[in-house]
């Protein structure tokens, strides 16, 4: 069974740094596209960052560009997403995903496999 395991969440201040780590369990990292997508108290999820499978192409969405780095080490089997500026209004649920391939993380039947999700707070 696939397993999805967020973390590296937290509490930082606005203007502050975080860098989530997600790991894969009874599969390889190396089979998947992967993502981390958010999800705000009373708002809808939303896809931050993907990467592809051999991480040559990547998606950020345009509020996170030029202040999140999403990476992977597939030899690790590890999932990164650094984090940088943070606002407050990113305070979200942080979920990482796991998808057959990289059109899956905002179409098609979506990612395969999803984590618990880490807690982000970005503190005036």
């Known amino acids: 069974q696939v397993q999805v395991v967020e973390s590296g969440g937290g509490l930082v201040q606005a203007g502050g740094s975080l860098r989530l780590s997600c790991t894969v369990s009874g599969s390889t990292l190396a089979d998947y596209a992967m993502g981390w997508f958010r999800q705000a108290p009373g708002k809808e999820r939303e896809g931050v960052s993907y990467?592809?499978?051999?991480?040559?192409?990547?998606y950020y969405a345009d509020s996170v560009k030029g202040r999140f780095t999403i990476t992977r080490d597939n030899a690790k089997n590890t999932l990164y997403l650094q984090m940088n500026s943070l606002k407050p209004e990113e305070t979200a649920i942080y979920y990482c995903?796991?998808?057959?391939?990289?059109?899956?993380?905002?179409?098609?039947?979506?990612?395969?496999?999803w984590g618990q999700g880490t807690q982000v707070t970005v503190s005036t």
């Open positions: 990467i592809s499978r051999g991480g040559v192409t990547k």
């Open positions: 995903a796991a998808a057959s391939k990289f059109s899956n993380m905002n179409g098609g039947n979506g990612p395969s496999y």
